[in-house]
């Protein structure tokens, strides 16, 4: 009998340990936050803050003695570079010179023959132009009013020039945008 009762009161104080451990619990708080900036997100990118291909801006195929302006925009796969803004985004838009650029101008170049060529925040050369080391432009009254995607605002054009020689053209020109 005496066994017996030692090993009930050992069961039962087992059962009252493991019964205690259950029965503890720790609490408190945790914080959770997120902040939410008016920005923009150009077409084909998912992170804002990533390098982007801002396309490529074609003015396609002329003579030497073409004799009327020439006009292209940034486009992807057929489809111009857009951008996504939130409502209320100050977009400014940094255009660098090109890698071709003397005394003021940009210019494509094939060998050592060049072509000059302007940049603009609307089409045929219409609103302001991208000057070569100039800085940012403001753009924020591009950025539609609720917000919502409009095309980049970088427009081309080359103008009719003398002595231009047959030749495959290129330059190549950072863009920088901050909201």
Sequence with gaps: MKHCNRWLGM???????AGSAAQASVSGSMGVQLQLENGCIVS?????????????????????IFTENLHAQA?????????ECSAGAALNILVGSG???SGGVRRMAAGGNFVQYRLFTQPNGGGVEY????GALNLSATVPGAG???????HGVVAPQAGLAAGNYSDLVSITLTF
Excluded at 131 to 134: E, I, N, T
């Design 11 to 17: 069961g039962a104080a087992v059962a009252l340990i």
């Design 44 to 64: 084909g990118s998912t992170d804002p803050l990533s390098a982007v291909d801002f396309g490529t801006m074609d003015f396609g195929a002329a003579p030497t």
């Design 75 to 83: 486009m992807i796969s057929g489809s111009t570079v857009q951008l």
């Design 99 to 101: 890698q071709n650029a």
């Design 131 to 134: 000057s070569v080391g100039g």
């Design 148 to 154: 919502g995607t409009f095309d980049l605002p970088v």
